[in-house]
T-cell receptor, first 114, second 113 residues
Framework: KAGVTQTPRYLIKTRGQQVTLSCSPISGHRSVSWYQQTPGQGLQFLFEYFSETQRNKGNFPGRFSGRQFSNSRSEMNVSTLELGDSALYLC?????????????FGPGTRLTVT | GDSVTQMEGPVTLSEEAFLTINCTYTATGYPSLFWYVQYPGEGLQLLLKATKADDKGSNKGFEATYRKETTSFHLEKGSVQVSDSAVYFCALIDRGGSEKLVFGKGTKLTVNP
């Protein structure tokens, strides 16, 4: 069974631009969560989607948004990029029903904002 | 809010040494506890988990016991290998249907031959 895939793996953008990252979950998984990883703040939860609905949201500004499609694939968008948005963005998928959830992570997208 | 505190390291050990990475948590509810591992250039892998007090999670020679009285979930391994070199994260999920993982800052482990 294929794991969680994220595209692109690396991205360089300029301040003020916007970016869209993609995540394809493991087949059969309906929940997708996004995390931001930085050296200073560590791993922080962005949001979680289940069956195309946002179920939970972290403490990030409105510039960060996401969505999930009917095939469970998810995208996250960051508008008006700032230097501080440089990070590794990790996506995780799970069945969405089991407690506690077992989340499987993708390799991440490394975003650099210059 | 919920939080996880783990020893920051870095930790450097010789092969076959004993490993302990301390982790304590604060949670309003009764969380499930996890250890994840991140190898260089990769995402996170679930190493082990425990869902209730006194549960012991184990995998690949690593163990951790859920101690409710001390709110701790320390990671141990009796004999580390060079291939165990990675960053280890302690994390929790509060009960109630959430998928939100709350992570510690991570502990970098380097094992020398």
């Amino acid at each position: 069974k294929a794991g969680v895939t994220q595209t692109p793996r690396y991205l360089i953008k300029t301040r003020g631009q916007q970016v869209t990252l993609s995540c394809s979950p493991i087949s059969g998984h309906r929940s997708v969560s996004w995390y931001q990883q930085t050296p200073g703040q560590g791993l922080q939860f962005l949001f979680e989607y289940f069956s195309e609905t946002q179920r939970n949201k972290g403490n990030f500004p409105g510039r960060f948004s996401g969505r999930q499609f009917s095939n469970s694939r998810s995208e996250m968008n960051v508008s008006t990029l700032e230097l501080g948005d440089s990070a590794l963005y990790l996506c995780a998928s799970s069945l969405g029903r089991r407690q506690p959830p077992e989340q499987y992570f993708g390799p991440g997208t490394r975003l650099t904002v210059t | 809010g919920d939080s996880v505190t783990q020893m920051e390291g870095p930790v450097t050990l010789s092969e076959e040494a004993f490993l302990t990475i301390n982790c304590t948590y604060t949670a309003t509810g009764y969380p499930s506890l996890f250890w994840y591992v991140q190898y260089p250039g990769e995402g996170l892998q679930l190493l082990l988990k425990a869902t209730k007090a006194d549960d012991k999670g184990s995998n690949k020679g690593f163990e951790a016991t859920y101690r409710k009285e001390t709110t701790s979930f320390h990671l141990e391994k009796g004999s580390v290998q060079v291939s165990d070199s990675a960053v280890y994260f302690c994390a929790l999920i509060d009960r109630g249907g959430s998928e939100k993982l709350v992570f510690g800052k991570g502990t970098k482990l380097t094992v020398n031959p």
